[in-house]
């Protein structure tokens, strides 16, 4: 059973571009959670989404970002005109729809923005 | 708003040394709270798992506590190996509705030496 995947692992944007990150969660796990982490941070909660619903998105930012999880396919967290700021790990959880709360987090992406 | 602190942010020990790493939060409304390992430039690996209603869980050398009343839980781990080394994250699941959003500490570094 393969864990959480995230890809791509890096990613090179230059400000003012546009960056899509995409996790597919474990086999069997409808809910997904987009973390942030920044350079000597903590981890942030962004947003957790179901299938095609975005349940909390609290943590994102107001603008620019944005993320889905559609019917088919990978949830992608998408970044436009991306700032220096912007530059951090990404880092994506599933956890089944029974779960006890514990998350399975996927190894990052790593956005840098020049 | 949850708070959580670990500490200390940076430890070094002997090879074969027991130790304590220690996490507090300033809610104790929590529903579970889990301990990670993170390596550098990796993902988050899930250590144990504490639910609101446990005092403690067991994994090989690692033993985790929880005092709600008092807003602490505490990571042991038994009989330290270089292989040890890395960075530890304490999250508290908060108890509100819906979803499973955890608030994170900043991690404490640790690196047990041969």
């Known amino acids: 059973n393969a864990g959480v995947m995230q890809n791509p692992r890096h990613l090179v944007r230059r400000r003012g571009q546009e960056a899509r990150l995409r996790c597919s969660p474990m086999?069997?796990?409808?809910?997904v959670y987009w973390y942030r982490q920044l350079p000597e941070e903590g981890l942030k909660f962004m947003v957790y989404?179901?299938?095609?619903?975005?349940?909390?998105e609290s943590g994102m930012p107001k603008e620019r970002f944005s993320a889905e999880f559609p019917k088919e396919g990978p949830s992608i967290l998408r970044i436009q005109q991306v700032v220096r700021g912007d530059s951090a790990a990404y880092f994506c959880?599933?956890?089944?729809?029974?779960?006890?709360?514990?998350?399975?987090f996927g190894e990052g992406s790593r956005l840098t923005v020049l | 708003k949850q708070e959580v602190t670990q500490i200390p942010a940076a430890l070094s020990v002997p090879e074969g040394e027991n130790l304590v790493l220690n996490c507090s939060f300033t809610?104790?409304?929590?529903?579970?709270l889990q301990w990670f390992r993170q390596d550098p430039g990796k993902g988050l690996t899930s250590l144990l798992l504490?639910?609101?209603s446990q005092r403690e869980q067991t994994s090989g050398r690692l033993n985790a506590s929880l005092d709600k009343s008092s807003g602490r839980s505490t990571l042991y781990i038994a009989a330290s190996q270089p292989g040890d080394s890395a960075t530890y994250l304490c999250?508290?699941?908060?108890?509100w509705g819906s979803g499973y959003a955890l608030n994170f500490g900043k991690g404490t570094s640790l690196l047990v030496t041969p």
């Open positions: 959880a599933s956890s089944p729809p029974w779960s006890t709360g514990e998350l399975f």
């Open positions: 086999k069997g796990h409808s809910h």
């Open positions: 989404l179901q299938k095609e619903n975005i349940i909390d």
């Open positions: 809610d104790s409304a929590i529903y579970n």
């Open positions: 504490i639910q609101s």
């Open positions: 999250a508290v699941k908060r108890t």
